[in-house]
Nanobody, 122 residues
Framework: QVQLVESGGGLVQAGGSLRLSCGASVRTLRMLHMAWFRQAPGKEREFVSVISRSGDSTYYTDSVKGRFTISRDNAKNTVTLQMNSLKAEDTAVYYC???????????????WGQGTQVTVSS
């Protein structure tokens, strides 16, 4: 069973930066495609970004393009979401997710973390 643990959330002013990390309980993280989702209060969970297991391919939702960067270090078993130029509308619980097959990248993830809160004050 793969356990994912997020860290790095917190409170930041608009325009600031945060760096989220996702660690896994198993060394097979390198075999998984990793993604970040978020859920704002009163809204459905939404896709933010995904990175292939090799790190060669990445995708972002339009609202974060140019501001967020997803990366991974398979040697350290971690995936990172660097968030810059944060806006109040980025406030949400951010979740790390993983899947084994590179299809349906915006949904249907098998493994999930418990989430980390990101709050951006305006």
């Amino acid at each position: 069973q793969v356990q994912l643990v997020e860290s790095g959330g917190g409170l930041v002013q608009a325009g600031g930066s945060l760096r989220l990390s996702c660690g896994a309980s198993v060394r097979t993280l390198r075999m998984l495609h990793m993604a970040w989702f978020r859920q704002a209060p009163g809204k459905e969970r939404e896709f933010v970004s995904v990175i292939s297991r090799s790190g060669d391919s990445t995708y972002y939702t339009d609202s974060v393009k140019g501001r967020f960067t997803i990366s991974r270090d398979n040697a350290k078993n971690t995936v990172t979401l660097q968030m810059n130029s944060l806006k109040a509308e980025d406030t949400a619980v951010y979740y790390c997710a993983a899947k084994e097959i590179w299809v349906n990248l915006y949904d249907d993830y098998k493994y999930w973390g418990q989430g980390t809160q990101v709050t951006v004050s305006s």
